[in-house]
């Protein structure tokens, strides 16, 4: 079955390093690709996605792009500011058989914190 | 325009229970999904709902259960609690057509003891 894995954290980084936090993912097809973020006490909000190969996605700094031949969508952020800690996910979109769904596939997060 | 809501925000309960959790979903959103999320992992798709009727379930027993109604509220129904129930449950609401664009709620903290 589809899979995602992103790199253990606690990720530190002091307040304007450069961000790199590794996804890889298994998948059957094309699926599309996702990074949310979960602020401490909150759901899951939708940082950025990328729908095929080679797509970039990017908000508030934060750029993926959608590596098919690696099966990669490494998120970077050039600049990190304290306010960017949180616990970041990846995730994965199926492709979708018969009308039917399988919601979106995980990985395990990685925890963030910046330090000022 | 009034996100994902979910109720209650918090929830103690015993082995053996069972317990209902409800989603509200976004205006104009007519399908919502369920998570389940534990402590220091990822959410697991429980299942999605569309025009109240459930239509893609991951891997999970039959003791969870849910509904949607005519105006796309939903809810979470968990039969004979386990310990190992104790998550984050999460809902997702998004149109029908936009496969690629789920909104979240803030989640319920559901405590088996």
């Known amino acids: 079955g589809d899979s995602v894995t992103q790199m253990e954290g606690p990720v530190t980084l002091s307040e304007e390093a450069f961000l790199t936090i590794n996804c890889t993912y298994t998948?059957?097809?094309?699926?599309?690709l996702f990074w949310y973020v979960q602020y401490p006490g909150e759901g899951l909000q939708l940082l950025l996605k990328?729908?095929?190969?080679?797509d970039k996605g990017s908000n508030k700094g934060f750029e993926a792009t959608y590596r098919k031949e690696t099966t990669s969508f490494h998120l970077e952020k050039g600049s990190v500011q304290v306010s960017d800690s949180a616990v970041y996910f990846c995730?994965?979109?199926?492709?979708?058989?018969?009308?039917?769904?399988?919601?979106?596939?995980f990985g395990k997060g990685t925890h963030l914190i910046i330090q000022p | 325009e009034t996100g994902v809501t979910q109720s209650p925000t918090h929830l103690i309960k015993t082995r053996g229970q069972q317990v209902t959790l409800r989603c509200s979903s976004q205006?104009?959103?007519?399908?919502v999904s369920w998570y389940q999320q534990a402590l220091g992992q990822g959410p697991q798709f429980i299942f999605q709902?569309?025009?109240?009727?459930?239509?893609g379930r991951g891997n999970f027993p039959p003791r969870f259960s849910g509904l949607q109604f005519p105006n796309y509220s939903s809810e979470l129904n968990v039969n004979a609690l386990e310990l190992d129930d104790s998550a984050l449950y999460l809902c997702?609401?998004?149109?029908?057509?936009?496969?690629?664009?789920?909104?979240f709620g803030p989640g319920t903290r559901l405590t088996v003891l």
């Open positions: 997702a609401s998004r149109p029908q057509t936009q496969v690629n664009e789920q909104f």
């Open positions: 998948a059957t097809g094309y699926p599309s």
């Open positions: 990328a729908t095929k190969a080679d």
């Open positions: 995730a994965l979109s199926g492709v979708y058989s018969g009308g039917g769904a399988d919601g979106l596939t």
């Open positions: 205006s104009g959103h007519n399908t």
């Open positions: 709902y569309y025009r109240e009727e459930e239509n």
